[in-house]
């Protein structure tokens, strides 16, 4: 929450003392610096995404194509709740984190590919209503770059209309993909 709310850097171990409670001899026990608990952290979303991310976007949301726009939601009413503090805490440490070390940034990636092939999932549960052609896996990460790039953007400007008009166009690029594979099935 810290990394997410305040950034890696502006964190310091003394916050997290604090937050979490703990003595420093605990906390140094398991992780030997802060970069230990940033890895820590990562491997917490890897390992969770399904149950703390997709199952809560997606509880009782059957159809696939809106799946993907409950997960969006997701983020939107992190930024309407949290007043454009919260975002994609994952987003917010790679872009804070230009150049960290090899095992920080295949984290980051790995994290980034768990959510793109949870969208690619989506996409391919969606069967026929796209296009034969289309590239799931390339589609999911266009998802992705909306979302972070419709973030970013809102979070900016403190204003949500940027990012409803991101996912306005998103859903655009959808319906045309579905009118094409309606074409093609026709």
């Known amino acids: 929450e810290l990394f997410w709310a305040k950034g890696y850097q502006s964190t310091s ?3 997290i003392l604090s937050r979490s ?3 420093s001899g605990s906390l140094y026990h398991f992780f030997p610096g802060k970069q230990d608990v940033l ?3 990562l491997e917490h979303y890897r390992d969770g995404i399904d149950e703390n991310l ?3 976007a997606w509880s009782g949301v059957e159809d696939p194509i809106e799946r993907i726009y409950a997960l969006l939601n997701g983020y939107r009413m992190h930024l309407v709740t949290s007043g454009f503090l919260y975002g994609c805490p994952i987003g917010s ?3 804070e984190l230009h150049e960290p070390d090899p095992r920080v940034r295949d984290l980051l990636a790995v994290n980034f590919a768990n ?3 949870g969208v690619e999932q989506c996409l391919a549960d969606a069967g026929d209503r796209l296009p034969r052609d289309t590239d799931r896996r390339a589609l999911a990460e266009f998802v992705l770059t909306i979302m972070e790039g419709a973030i970013m953007q809102a979070r900016t400007a403190q204003d949500i ?3 409803d008009r991101n996912v306005a166009v998103l859903r655009g690029h959808f319906g045309a993909l579905e009118d094409k594979a309606a074409r093609e099935r026709a």
Do not use: M, P
Request: avoid cysteine.
């Open 39 to 41: 890895v820590a952290v």
């Open 93 to 95: 440490l790679a872009l």
């Open 54 to 56: 997709f199952a809560y």
């Open 115 to 117: 959510w793109v092939a």
């Open 13 to 15: 171990i003394s916050d």
């Open 21 to 23: 409670q703990v003595h």
């Open 161 to 163: 209309g940027v990012f």
